[in-house]
């Protein structure tokens, strides 16, 4: 449950402003200008730091309903490039393109990715297969998940397949964040990016139907996950 103790707003109005903020694509001085419009005084630095403490809360929220979904049988793994000091996007999701798992990562190396794939089939299980790109890193950091499943009893491992074509399915995916996060300019901290991202993302499941709670609002579900 995320806590909105002490805070000069109600939770109404803060949930409002975060959903509009990591649904549509808007800069916080757009946002400050739309939430006037509504009678709500509120200046963008605020706006700021309530999607920097609020959204990076919303993928514990989700948690719930990931994990109890049975293992896939293909993921596909983008990985994309940010303005927060070069970090890097990690993201995979089925063939029928609902988002699995995403993380915000420093680097683009081994470590990162057989972290990101450790953390995804903790809570999305063990797919069948997982396509990725040319990178080297993802490869490696797969085949070094493969090792740990093999050792570790789990029965079976994972088939890496590296095709541009699949890999054209989350790129065509991708491109809803990479337009929600355009009229930002750019991330100028790792936490707030993360933070930011972290709320896209929540929404972005949310509008592909990855929760499965059809004729449910939009906004409804998302304001559900701060319960």
């Known amino acids: 449950?995320?806590?909105?103790?002490?805070?000069?707003?109600?939770?109404?109005?803060?949930?409002?402003?975060?959903?509009?903020?990591?649904?549509?694509?808007?800069?916080?001085?757009?946002?400050?200008?739309?939430?006037?419009?509504?009678?709500?005084?509120?200046?963008?630095?605020?706006?700021?730091?309530?999607?920097?403490?609020?959204?990076?809360?919303?993928?514990q929220m989700l948690?719930?309903?990931?994990?109890?979904?049975p293992p896939l049988g293909v993921w596909m793994v983008p990985i994309s490039r940010f303005k927060a000091k070069c970090t890097y996007l990690y993201r995979a999701v089925d063939r029928d393109e609902k988002t699995l798992d995403f993380m915000l990562s420093e680097r683009r190396d081994t470590a990162a990715a057989r972290r990101f794939f450790k953390r995804a089939v903790g809570t999305n299980g063990v797919p069948d297969r997982i396509a990725i790109d040319k990178s080297g890193a993802n490869l490696a950091g797969l085949q070094s998940l493969n090792v740990i499943l093999k050792f570790t009893g789990a029965g079976r491992i994972i088939s890496i397949i590296q095709s541009k074509y699949l890999n054209n399915i989350v790129e065509q995916d991708h491109r809803f964040v990479k337009r929600i996060t355009r009229p930002m300019l750019g991330f100028k901290a790792f936490h707030s990016?993360?933070?930011?991202?972290?709320?896209?993302?929540?929404?972005?499941?949310?509008?592909?139907?990855?929760?499965?709670?059809?004729?449910?609002?939009?906004?409804?579900?998302?304001?559900?996950?701060?319960?």
């Open 1 to 59: 449950m995320i806590d909105f103790k002490r805070n000069q707003f109600p939770k109404s109005v803060i949930l409002y402003a975060l959903f509009f903020y990591v649904r549509y694509g808007v800069s916080y001085r757009d946002l400050e200008e739309i939430m006037a419009e509504r009678g709500v005084d509120i200046d963008h630095a605020t706006l700021s730091l309530w999607v920097v403490r609020f959204c990076r809360c919303l993928p």
């Open 63 to 69: 948690s719930r309903e990931r994990s109890q979904r």
């Open 193 to 227: 990016a993360a933070a930011t991202l972290a709320g896209i993302e929540t929404a972005h499941m949310i509008r592909k139907g990855k929760l499965d709670q059809d004729g449910v609002p939009f906004f409804k579900q998302f304001a559900a996950h701060a319960e």
